[in-house]
């Protein structure tokens, strides 16, 4: 279970301190695990925390000194990078994404990105090791990323998991992503840009799915492709108050 990842948790208080002065006054001291925060309103970042400092081992002496500028919620501002996973390893959501990299395709920084802000339990990047960090602007330092080395391996983590695999490539057979219902536990897997899944990838597939288009183009980008499905498990298995 994710919580199980790391001891720091439940070492720390539960309670958030007072935020500083220039943070918003409603902010959420806890929030519902299925549920996002609310609108952020310090996209800036914050200045050094003025006054007394929080006594709790989750803030980090040099932001608290020095502001924090980082591309996080307001809940996390101030803490260190390792009480940010503790904290969502407790929040993230039962579906992994998968990726193939064969030819260091630049989209996987950014389906990184939207894993870490649709919560995936983990990222798994199947073929080469090094893959393109820049558009993940920073976010896999908070996100789970594992490595495998060909698609049989990741297939052999899957099937031990318990996962289904849910393919999502526009090719005949595939099932329309608008009517499909994703299990609750999962692994969506991509393909690369251009060529999009490997014929193993496919086969090793329980479902196929795709996205619906109406234009001329043949298929999106593989990152709006991975944020489109992610959402779309977001919309069947988060609860959203009317």
Request: net charge negative.
């Amino acid at each position: 279970m994710p919580s199980d990842r790391s001891g720091y948790a439940e070492s720390v208080s539960q309670e958030t301190p007072q935020p500083p002065s220039d943070l918003p006054s409603d902010l959420p001291s806890d929030l519902p695990g299925d549920l996002p925060p609310s609108a952020e309103l310090t996209t800036h970042g914050v200045g050094p925390w003025p006054g007394e400092w929080p006594d709790d081992d989750r803030y980090d002496p040099e932001l608290l000194r020095h502001g924090d500028t980082r591309n996080v919620i307001d809940r996390y501002r101030y803490w260190r990078m390792e009480a940010v996973v503790a904290d969502l390893d407790l929040r993230r959501h039962p579906f992994h994404v998968a990726i193939e990299n064969w030819q260091h395709d630049m989209n996987i920084g950014s389906i990184v990105r939207s894993a870490n802000a649709f919560a995936a339990d983990t990222v798994h990047i199947i073929g080469r090791r090094r893959w393109n960090k820049r558009g993940a602007m920073v976010t896999d330092r908070y996100q789970h990323v594992v490595h495998h080395d060909d698609v049989q391996a990741f297939v052999a983590w899957a099937r031990e998991a318990g996962l289904p695999i849910v393919a999502i490539d526009n090719v005949p057979g595939s099932v329309l992503i608008e009517t499909y219902r994703m299990p609750r536990e999962c692994v969506l897997l991509f393909g690369q840009e251009g060529p999009g899944l490997s014929e193993a990838a496919l086969a090793a597939a329980d479902v196929v799915v795709e996205i619906s288009q109406f234009g001329s183009t043949r298929s999106i980008n593989a990152s709006a492709a991975a944020a489109v499905a992610m959402h779309a498990w977001v919309v069947q298995h988060v609860d959203f108050p009317e």
